[in-house]
């Protein structure tokens, strides 16, 4: 009788499936049996890409002579710490019994890679195989996805992009580190005055390199601009609001030489000659000269993607990518949540239809229960397919991450921060079935003398959204009041004053209490954070002033979900960037410098995101069908050959210790 094998990528993986398949299983060494099937599992990566030694001894020793080095035919090698597993899974797969191999590695590029690289290595041949696809790991999700497998040659295209991206880093890595290292590691060896330095370059992780060096010169080379604005604090009815001057059409300084942009001086002097002009005798009380009036609606934001769920986590709990990429995981494999290394920030036709069984679980979670109760009582998920909330056009891979209100047995298995992470996720879903929050926006034109004075207020009318938007874990509700008060306009808190806001009409008088100078300076651009860094990584076409391609690089951005963590945190591993834990603010390393000042000038294109963006595009259309693998290899080949072959002719070495010097200024002692 013909057994059908399932492969995993990790064996918790392929004791969910075991669990989902109701099959009467013994556990041997490696994997797990019945009559029917065997369950199987990788434990990640089993295959590898070889070193360039294994396929002549001469690329042992780092020479320019054996540069560039592009092999015809790529070498793979079983990983040695795990030869054992892979001798299992090789076996079972070649099995005469195993009829159907059903693929159930991680769900993307890089779980199409790990699968694709073991079947090459153990030579499987005449076997049916067929891929599961799947968002989470509950049994629905799982028996959904084995019985609507399809065949593993639809993914081809998707594993030619993962060869693809595994041949690029491979050469860039192998021939850019060793050119450059050859050419310029002595010049940075006896600059530091230490015994080596060899210089890592990657096609991803030096154009990160490259954002924050730039960033931290651009604050270093900021001359800060003083500023003096002029405010009034009027007053009606026992209640105090303060107004800011603005130089208006029609006046005095409309236009001014000595203005700071339209609402402040350059010179203190002038504020205070303004102010001495207002309180001059004969004095004019401050009249509202108009109020205006509109209302703003807010919506509930997309669901989270991994980088906007990183850039959050970063912010909230100041943990890293890395670290909340790992929480994600757990909670994808304890089936609390969908898949995590996704893009997309919106749900599928298919997935919305069936949304109010994620919804009704979480009336089991105690932090949300009440919310999960009155979106079900309201059926507010009925029209969900008619939202911005639902795209199928927007997916890719994976949906959004979201619960799948199962799990929560596990809850009070997680740590404290891994909780609040599962929150925020539920929170954010849960707001997707409210209204939108609507505010009033009131703007107030006060005239004093001549001069006009404004005064902005926004008043939280309907809560909307927001009911479910505000943390257990937040301070006072310091996030949702943050968020009620986006767009630089605070809402109003006192009701009394609000209410009297609402009410105010032209013409009205008001009592003034006093006038002041505030004084300010201009800030510099700010460093990023581990969070934004992630989200400039994902929205890297900010950075590409042609039109046309950052539009066709749009949704490619820098590294892909699964990859941006793990290249921050080799780049801090090899010292090019500093991480601060507490804050989570990342700095180049006087290293860090050197090294971009090094491929500035021999391989400046590594530094541009519009190259390393177009270069995950091209991956990305490989991958859609709608280039082949042969021309994204020719271009590939030529790319890195060229300008290996420039560097090699270079001999710029003695030109770098000027720039090392200037970097060095700003990291002594």
Request: contains cysteine; charged residues 30%; glycine residues 6%.
């Amino acid at each position: 009788m013909e057994k059908n094998l399932y492969i995993a990528e990790k064996p918790s993986v392929a004791r969910e499936f075991a669990k989902a398949l109701k099959l009467n299983m013994g556990n041997r060494d490696g994997y797990m049996e019945s009559e029917e099937a065997v369950i199987t599992w990788c434990v990640g990566h089993l295959v590898t890409m070889s070193y360039p030694e294994a396929y002549d001894e001469k690329y042992k020793r780092w020479s320019l002579s054996t540069l560039p080095f592009i092999p015809d035919e790529f070498k793979y090698e079983v990983i040695e710490n795990v030869k054992k597993q892979f001798g299992i899974v090789s076996g079972l797969l070649n099995r005469p019994d195993v009829g159907t191999i059903y693929v159930c590695t991680d769900s993307g590029r890089e779980g199409e890679y790990i699968y694709r690289l073991v079947e090459r290595q153990a030579g499987v041949k005449g076997k049916k195989r067929k891929r599961v696809w799947i968002d989470s790991q509950t049994e629905e999700e799982i028996l959904r996805g084995i019985r609507e497998a399809k065949d593993l040659e639809e993914y081809d295209n998707l594993g030619a992009a993962a060869y693809l991206r595994a041949k690029e880093d491979y050469l860039m890595g192998i021939n850019f580190s060793r050119v450059l290292t050859l050419k310029y590691g002595g010049s940075i060896k006896s600059y530091l005055k230490t015994d080596r330095a060899v210089i890592s370059v990657g096609r991803v992780m030096t154009c990160v390199l490259g954002m924050v060096v730039n960033r931290e010169r651009e604050i270093r080379e900021f001359v800060k601009t003083p500023f003096y604005k002029v405010s009034a604090r009027v007053e009606t009815g026992g209640k105090e609001f303060d107004c800011e001057w603005k130089a208006a059409e029609g006046t005095k300084y409309y236009s001014s030489p000595l203005l700071y942009k339209e609402n402040g001086f350059k010179e203190r002097k002038t504020a205070e000659e303004l102010i001495a002009c207002l309180q001059q005798e004969p004095l004019s009380a401050p009249v509202l000269e108009a109020a205006e009036k509109k209302k703003e609606t807010k919506n509930p934001p997309l669901l989270y993607n991994l980088a906007e769920l990183q850039n959050d986590c970063s912010k909230y709990f100041k943990i890293s990518p890395d670290e909340t990429l790992r929480i994600v995981q757990e909670l994808y494999e304890k089936k609390m949540t969908t898949y995590p290394r996704t893009d997309a920030r919106v749900l599928s036709s298919a997935v919305a239809k069936e949304i109010y069984k994620n919804i009704s679980g979480l009336r089991n979670y105690s932090q949300t229960a009440a919310l999960a109760d009155e979106v079900l009582q309201n059926q507010a998920y009925k029209n969900m397919a008619k939202t911005r909330y639902v795209n199928d056009k927007q997916i890719t891979d994976h949906y959004a991450i979201i619960p799948t209100g199962q799990g929560l047995g596990n809850l009070n298995g997680l740590d404290q921060t891994a909780a609040k992470v599962y929150e925020i996720i539920v929170r954010r879903f849960l707001s997707i079935f409210y209204p939108a929050a609507v505010y009033r926006k009131i703007s107030l034109r006060i005239g004093i003398k001549e001069e006009k004075f404004f005064a902005n207020f926004k008043i939280l009318e309907e809560e909307g959204y927001l009911k479910a938007a505000g943390f257990s874990f937040a301070k006072k509700k310091e996030e949702k009041e943050k968020e009620d008060g986006e767009n630089g306009t605070p809402d109003t808190k006192d009701p009394e004053l609000a209410a009297m806001i609402q009410q105010m009409k032209k013409g009205m008088v008001f009592a003034l209490k006093g006038m002041e100078i505030k004084e300010g300076e201009t800030s510099p651009p700010k460093r990023y954070n581990s969070g934004t860094m992630i989200l400039t990584m994902e929205n890297a076409g900010q950075f590409i002033e042609d039109e046309e391609l950052r539009a066709q690089i749009k949704g490619s951005g820098i590294g892909t979900s699964a990859t941006r963590a793990e290249i921050l945190k080799k780049l801090v591993n090899i010292k090019y960037l500093a991480l601060n834990k507490k804050t989570q603010i990342i700095t180049p390393t006087l290293m860090g410098e050197m090294i971009y000042d090094v491929v500035a000038g021999s391989i400046k294109p590594l530094l541009d995101p519009a190259l390393t963006a177009s270069w995950e595009k091209g991956l990305t259309l490989v991958a859609e069908g709608n280039i082949t693998e042969k021309e994204y290899m020719a271009k590939l080949d030529d790319f890195v050959s060229r300008r290996t072959n420039i560097v090699k002719q270079m001999g710029n070495q003695g030109f770098l210790f000027q720039q090392f010097d200037r970097a060095a200024q700003n990291y002594k002692k």
